[in-house]
């Protein structure tokens, strides 16, 4: 695993290829299975997958996260998030979120389909993936956690104060993430960088949950100023 650096464009443009040709070639075949991050990383890519002609008739997603006890109306929920950025510009098969109701079926539902062919990550600060925090092991799936302070802090930018980012959420293991056949995982901006580079050039630990995926055979890492 290295780390490739590019414009955060050329980033976002080169990712949503990859997913417009895999959505395209599920057409007469397989449902290709995409699994999605929320938070202002992929923010772009979702952009240039709204303006592609693409058909997601056969793309089932699986989204990495949600809050717990913020409902689809609410503006900061994922839910939302996703209607508006995505999901309403485009015809997808179905969407899934590990919502309060799905979340302990949530690893059987991804494995029913097959598994997960392409994977979108972002990293926290911290670096978490998905809301995997420091300290999570290996072998976690699908779950509800408590968010660090850190996490809390750090999304506080989305919310109108830092009381109302809730303090928990559902998230996909790290397990459930390190079963996708391919994953990207992305970081934007200056201060990601220190903890990119631990993660993927340092030691492997539940300290810097992204560090096991040096451990997956198919991950590619990204960075952008
Ligand atoms: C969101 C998620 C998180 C974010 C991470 C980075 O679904 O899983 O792990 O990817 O917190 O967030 P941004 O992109 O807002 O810096």
Do not use: W
């Amino acid at each position: 695993m290295r780390i490739r650096s590019n414009t955060y464009q050329k980033v976002s443009h080169q990712i949503a290829n990859y997913i417009h040709k895999k959505a395209n070639d599920s057409i007469n075949g397989e449902h290709f299975i995409l699994g999605l991050a929320t938070g202002s990383t992929p923010h772009q890519i979702y952009e240039e997958l709204k303006s592609m002609d693409i058909d997601f008739s056969r793309t089932i997603t699986f989204n990495l996260d949600e809050y717990v006890g913020l409902n689809e109306n609410h503006p900061q929920s994922y839910k939302y998030f996703m209607n508006k950025g995505l999901f309403k510009s485009q015809n997808f098969h179905s969407n899934n979120f590990p919502d309060e109701k799905l979340y302990p079926y949530y690893d059987s539902m991804i494995d029913n389909v097959g598994g997960i062919d392409i994977q979108i990550l972002g990293i926290g600060t911290n670096g978490h993936i998905a809301f995997n925090e420091p300290g999570t092991p290996r072998d976690s799936k699908t779950r509800i956690v408590d968010l660090t302070e850190n996490t809390i802090k750090d999304n506080s930018r989305f919310f109108d104060s830092i009381d109302e980012v809730p303090t928990q959420a559902m998230t996909m293991g790290i397990n459930t993430i390190m079963k996708s056949k391919a994953i990207y995982l992305i970081a934007q901006g200056k201060h990601k960088k220190e903890i990119l580079e631990r993660a993927v050039y340092g030691e492997i630990t539940p300290e810097v949950p992204a560090s096991f995926l040096q451990e997956h055979p198919n991950c590619e890492v990204f960075y952008s100023d």
